[in-house]
């Protein structure tokens, strides 16, 4: 039996664990190596099963003393949903002013995620 590889490299600590994940010939997971902490091993499972992406941004606003604020989600979401949220970030145009920590768009598309501002946007 042929044993096929992916090797990740773990972003969720400075260490930057290089992980072997091993499958068999039916793609089923055998072994994951090289991670310094579970955190590693967790995260080679999420992304061969569940992959999650976070989103950071920009949304138009009008009469502020910048054109766009800076957004992003709160939680990480799927990652093939990451077009369909853009999709929806990019329909909304804000009036100013804008605070940090407004809720652009509760729970983009069901996600259980909220777009917000990160950063203050004055009126003019």
């Known amino acids: 039996m042929e044993n096929l590889t992916r090797n990740f490299i773990c972003i969720l600590c400075p260490n930057s664990c290089e992980i072997t994940a091993s499958f068999n010939n039916d793609g089923i997971l055998r072994n994951i190596d090289g991670f310094s902490c579970q955190k590693g091993a967790e995260y080679v499972q999420q992304e061969i099963y569940n992959p999650r992406r976070n989103i950071a941004t920009s949304v138009k606003v009008t009469g502020g003393e910048l054109p766009l604020v800076s957004v992003r989600l709160t939680k990480a979401i799927p990652k093939e949903k990451i077009f369909e949220v853009m999709t ?5 145009t804000l009036q100013a002013p804008v605070s940090l920590g407004d809720v652009i768009i509760s729970n983009v598309l069901g996600l259980g995620a ?5 950063k203050d946007v004055p009126r003019i």
């Not at 929806?88 to 909304?92: G, P, R």
């Open 88 to 92: 929806e970030i990019k329909k909304v």
């Open 114 to 118: 909220d777009v917000i501002a990160t």
